[in-house]
């Protein structure tokens, strides 16, 4: 059994640029949630994706969108880079029959200057 | 608006048990409770989850009153290894809401 997957492990980018972050998920889940994590603090809830459809939003701006392929992979792009968007982000892989239990992976962590 | 609510921090030495309980409001009653741990730099992992009265698994309990405000995770008796950051988890309204995070640390 593959476990959730992400890339790349770290990325340094600009105020202004864009960033897409990959995430592959746990073989037999059909559910992916993405996650940012500041330094020190707990993870945050950006969305969830079921069926490549959005399927929960927490408190974010749209500039942070995503995407949920066929295979059960997810991308997580961010627009407009702010330097408070510098976290660890977080993919979260499910069966959707039990939304709870939830397997991360290592996470991608984005630095912005 | 779900609010989880932990203890900063908390000591122990091995072999004890230890008990970190998380406040949480507006859950509704099948509404799931989960409990991870976290290592610096790692993704979270999974310990227990429930929904009511009390679960076990081979590492933890789960403990969950009637009332839902509040769950305490209980690991039996902790090893060096178990230090580390512990969250709950809230899923409600199709959000999910971790909690502020317990930092255990285990003293020899």
């Known amino acids: 059994e593959t476990g959730v997957t992400q890339s790349p492990t770290h990325l340094i980018k600009t105020r202004g640029q864009q960033v897409t972050l990959r995430c592959s998920s746990q073989s037999g889940h059909n559910t992916v949630s993405w996650y940012q994590q500041a330094l020190g603090q707990g993870p945050q809830f950006i969305f969830q994706y079921y069926r490549e459809e959005e399927n929960g939003r927490g408190n974010f701006p749209p500039r942070f969108s995503g995407l949920q392929f066929p295979n059960y992979s997810s991308e997580l792009n961010v627009n407009a880079l702010e330097l408070d968007d510098s976290a660890l982000y977080l993919c979260?892989?499910?069966?959707?029959?039990?939304?709870?239990?939830?397997?991360f992976g290592p996470g991608t962590r984005l630095t912005v200057l | 608006l779900a609010k989880t609510t932990q203890p900063i921090s908390m000591d122990s030495y091995e072999g004890q048990e230890v008990n970190i309980t998380c406040s949480h409001n507006n859950i509704a009653t099948n509404d799931y409770i989960t409990w991870y741990q976290q290592f610096p730099s790692q993704g979270p992992r999974f310990i227990i989850q429930?929904?009511?009265t009390k679960v076990t698994n081979e590492v933890a309990s789960l403990f969950i009153p009637a009332d839902r405000k509040s769950s305490t995770l209980s690991l039996p008796r902790v090893s060096l290894s178990d230090t580390a950051v512990y969250y709950c988890?809230?899923?409600?309204?199709?959000?999910?809401?971790f909690g502020t995070g317990t930092s255990l640390t285990v003293i020899p």
């Open positions: 979260a892989s499910s069966s959707m029959g039990a939304p709870d239990t939830q397997y």
């Open positions: 429930g929904y009511k």
């Open positions: 988890l809230v899923f409600t309204g199709n959000q999910f809401y």
